[in-house]
């Protein structure tokens, strides 16, 4: 998950608990008041009444024109004991001018005359218009709610990106960065101290990259220089000793397997330091390559190879595959799969190859079952030794794959190994 959308996220989840805390107590805060406000209506209408009691004014039985209605009663001295000086309930109450029973806030209270005599003074005054308003500020609040939760994380994510704008430009910068290779100097301007101090950072270690690449590129030139002159040397050497020199047939036998040896250090030493330039991307100059036209003088090369072994080759072209790739490495990509598919055959075996305008797939006749998928790209794994294999060429081939993006895939179906190889990127 990117950076940006994970402290959305959390922010999001930090407003959600926050808000919804903020839209409960403000309804229930309204609630409160909403009460206060017709209890305090209800308070004055009772005290009015109850003066008029006391001062021997003459009062209505019930209702006085409006919404409110009122009834009073005498009680006794224990009733009016047993019971609290001024209580609040909700309840219906029938309103004759509505013929019907609407919900109503009721106030009772207890007061005495001067006689000593108690009356019940019960007030009553419909609710529905509270509930109306009641509801009215419940939607409100929804409203406003969702509202303000839209607006503050947009306006959190719109400052969150304007903010972190740097760092994806740094992000993208390194991205595309390849060490050495031709790179756009990063244009990252920004007045956020610790963006300057990463972008100064991100300079100075590419900086020193390139460095160490080119100081790479130099020992990888003097090894191959330095090794492979000795070994040609010692080449020269035995080949002088078997034609001058009168050996015996058991010394004439040492001195063969001693140049086999030194044959397989070459091809070792060769197919390392092909690796190391791989890996370290030297092979820059890419051209559009024609796979049907490589694949198919690379099998004129191998034609006397598989016939040794009475192998069938069988290519099926469905289309052309046209890639853009060092065209080196494009044919030690072929010839690296060509010579796996001998490799890994029986006499008499055969290798088909399918193309079409996105894949290449090599299978082969199977020698003793599936190979271990997880480690036959590995370098100088080679399961079953095979006698003058370096264990490389597959690697080599997962290597290449990597540089080009080239997806690599080996599967065992019906008694044959199959490597895929799949290009997300064609030319027309």
């Known amino acids: 998950m990117k950076l940006i959308y994970q402290i959305i996220l959390r922010v999001s989840v930090a407003l959600v608990v926050l808000l919804t805390?903020?839209?409960?107590?403000?309804?229930?805060?309204?609630?409160t008041e909403i009460n206060d406000e017709v209890d305090d209506a209800l308070d004055n209408y009772s005290d009015m009444i109850i003066m008029q009691?006391?001062?021997?004014?003459?009062?209505?039985?019930?209702?006085?024109?409006?919404?409110?209605?009122?009834?009073?009663?005498?009680?006794?001295?224990?009733?009016?004991?047993?019971?609290?000086?001024?209580?609040?309930?909700?309840?219906?109450?029938y309103i004759p001018q509505l013929q019907d029973?609407?919900?109503?806030?009721?106030?009772k209270t207890i007061f005495p005359n001067d006689e000593g005599t108690y009356f019940e003074l019960t007030v009553a005054?419909?609710?529905?218009?509270?509930?109306?308003?009641?509801?009215?500020?419940?939607?409100?609040?929804?409203?406003?709610?969702?509202?303000?939760l839209l607006i503050i994380i947009g306006i959190n994510a719109w400052a969150f990106y304007r903010s972190m704008r740097p760092l994806y430009t740094l992000l993208h910068w390194l991205d595309d960065y390849t060490v050495g290779g031709e790179n756009i100097p990063l244009k990252n301007d920004t007045k956020i101290s610790e963006f300057k101090k990463l972008n100064d950072a991100a300079i100075r270690y590419a900086g020193r990259a390139e460095q160490l690449f080119d100081q790479q590129k130099q020992f990888i030139g003097n090894a191959s220089h330095e090794i492979q002159t000795p070994l040609a040397v010692c080449q020269n050497r035995l080949e002088w000793l078997t034609d001058n020199t009168e050996l015996t047939e058991e010394q004439l036998v040492e001195v063969l397997k001693t140049r086999q040896t030194i044959d397989y250090?070459?091809?070792?030493?060769?197919?390392?330091?092909?690796?190391?330039k791989?890996?370290?991307?030297?092979?820059?100059d890419n051209v559009p390559v024609d796979v049907n036209e490589l694949l198919e003088k690379q099998l004129a090369l191998y034609k006397?190879?598989?016939?040794?072994?009475?192998i069938k080759v069988e290519v099926q072209e469905r289309s052309r595959l046209t890639v853009r790739m060092n065209e080196s490495l494009a044919t030690a990509l072929v010839t690296n799969l060509l010579k796996n598919a001998y490799v890994h055959n029986v006499d008499n075996g055969y290798i088909r190859i399918e193309i079409d305008a996105s894949q290449i797939i090599f299978c082969n006749s199977a020698v003793a079952g599936a190979l271990d998928g997880e480690r036959i790209f590995d370098r100088f794994y080679q399961g079953s030794k095979k006698k003058g294999s370096t264990g490389l060429g597959l690697a080599i081939v997962k290597a290449i794959g990597n540089h080009y993006g080239i997806a690599v895939a080996y599967r065992y179906f019906e008694g044959e190994h199959r490597f895929i190889l799949s290009w997300e990127k064609v030319l027309d």
Do not use: C, H, M
Request: no cysteine; net charge neutral; aromatic share 14%.
């Open 101 to 107: 029973t609407e919900p109503a806030r009721i106030l």
């Open 53 to 93: 009691v006391l001062a021997g004014e003459k009062t209505l039985s019930s209702g006085d024109g409006s919404n409110n209605s009122y009834q009073i009663r005498e009680v006794t001295r224990e009733y009016a004991e047993s019971r609290s000086a001024i209580s609040y309930t909700d309840a219906k109450i």
């Open 304 to 310: 006397d190879i598989y016939g040794y072994r009475n």
């Open 278 to 284: 791989i890996d370290n991307g030297q092979f820059t």
């Open 125 to 148: 005054t419909p609710s529905f218009e509270k509930e109306d308003l009641r509801r009215a500020i419940l939607n409100w609040i929804v409203v406003l709610y969702f509202s303000l």
């Open 21 to 31: 805390a903020w839209a409960a107590f403000f309804y229930f805060a309204l609630q």
């Open 265 to 276: 250090i070459v091809r070792l030493n060769k197919s390392l330091l092909f690796l190391s």
